[in-house]
């Protein structure tokens, strides 16, 4: 992350109504984009636990752990944004700029998976924000929580947008020793212009390439995640976008279609008209036609991959692509026969 990008545009000028909330909110809560960005404000979360189970049979995880509520990156499409509302936070301008910071989350995590009994599985950093936004330079809240997680040899899987990963290799290394971590970098455009207004303060497409190539060439398992596919505005790029990442050493890949709950669709609309009004509806119109006439579908699967015609040609083309490029033919399985509770000797990376 570039320290430039800590002064980027935010994804949103919005605040949409919480839908929690009995009070509506009237009146401007707008920035100036001609004016200095709004400051993040941190503020303290006081979980009590960090590992966080979920039931959902699509998403590919059955634990995950958060070092922080709330994301600087501020993709405008990012389904997480809703659960700001849980807080009392709109999923808008607050979600981006209201950011809950887990500082006591490295030993909750230590605490929680020595507690007897407990029983091992594939944990997610992170499943609801980007565990390397730009306030981990700060916090480094996601490296402590790795340093906890490769003492004990506990797997994990990664998911970021972002190439402060790099500075963590170190630990990486270690797990990947044991088959306990794999990591995916997640890409959306190629185009570095449009990146700069739909996801500000994310690492820039061709740094997120270079990020794959260090990786792997370290030895750690390294996966694309083409997400979220825009119809009729990104999913030209698949092919492109597997090529860039094989031809760097990712191994598998893997894609997801937009979606848009609750007030999302609300600041997506807004995004588009800011950007794209002539484009803005025959982009509603695909995304409607993949989601059974709706703009989102929350049904397990289908909410993922879509459905009808251009959700199956968004399939063969990528399908055909990985065949093309060479992608999905070894996987890179995160194991859990190493994870080992009772190690005490602590590493110095």
Avoid at 50 to 56: F, G, K, V, W
Avoid at 241 to 252: M, Q, R, Y
């Amino acid at each position: 992350m570039n320290k430039n990008d800590f002064n980027a545009p935010r994804g949103t000028k919005l605040q949409p109504k919480n839908r929690f909330s009995q009070f509506l909110y009237e009146g401007s809560d707008e920035y100036n984009e001609n004016e200095s960005p709004r400051k993040t404000e941190l503020i303290s979360d006081i979980s009590k636990t960090i590992i966080t189970h979920n039931e959902s049979p699509d998403i590919g995880y059955e634990a995950s752990l958060n070092p922080y509520r709330g994301c600087e990156h501020g993709c405008i499409y990012c389904y997480a944004r809703p659960m700001h509302e849980y807080f009392g936070y709109s999923c808008g301008l607050d979600f981006e700029t209201k950011i809950l910071v887990k500082h006591n989350a490295p030993e909750l995590l230590k605490k929680e998976i020595l507690t007897p009994g407990y029983k091992p599985t594939v944990l997610s950093l992170s499943s609801a924000t980007d565990p390397y936004q730009p306030i981990e330079q700060q916090f480094q809240l996601t490296r402590k929580c790795l340093e906890v997680l490769a003492q004990y040899r506990h797997p994990v899987c990664i998911v970021t947008k972002n190439a402060l990963i790099l500075r963590d290799i170190d630990l990486l290394k270690e797990l990947a020793k044991y088959k306990a971590v794999s990591v995916s970098i997640s890409i959306t455009t190629l185009d570095p212009e449009l990146k700069k207004i739909l996801e500000p303060r994310t690492t820039p497409p061709e740094a997120r390439i270079s990020t794959i190539r260090k990786l792997s060439n370290e030895g750690i398992p390294v996966n694309l995640l083409v997400a979220p596919i825009i119809p009729a505005l990104t999913d030209n790029e698949i092919p492109q976008i597997l090529k860039e990442a094989a031809n760097v050493g990712a191994t598998e890949a893997y894609y997801s279609i937009l979606r848009l709950p609750y007030g999302v669709a609300e600041l997506f609309e807004d995004w588009l008209n800011r950007w794209f009004p002539m484009r803005k509806e025959k982009i509603l119109n695909r995304l409607k036609s993949l989601h059974g006439g709706k703009i989102y579908d929350p049904q397990f699967f289908r909410r993922l991959t879509g459905e009808g015609v251009w959700a199956e040609h968004i399939r063969r083309l990528f399908e055909v692509s990985c065949r093309k490029y060479n992608l999905n033919n070894r996987s890179c399985e995160v194991c859990l026969s190493a994870f080992a509770p009772d190690r005490q000797m602590h590493f110095k990376f």
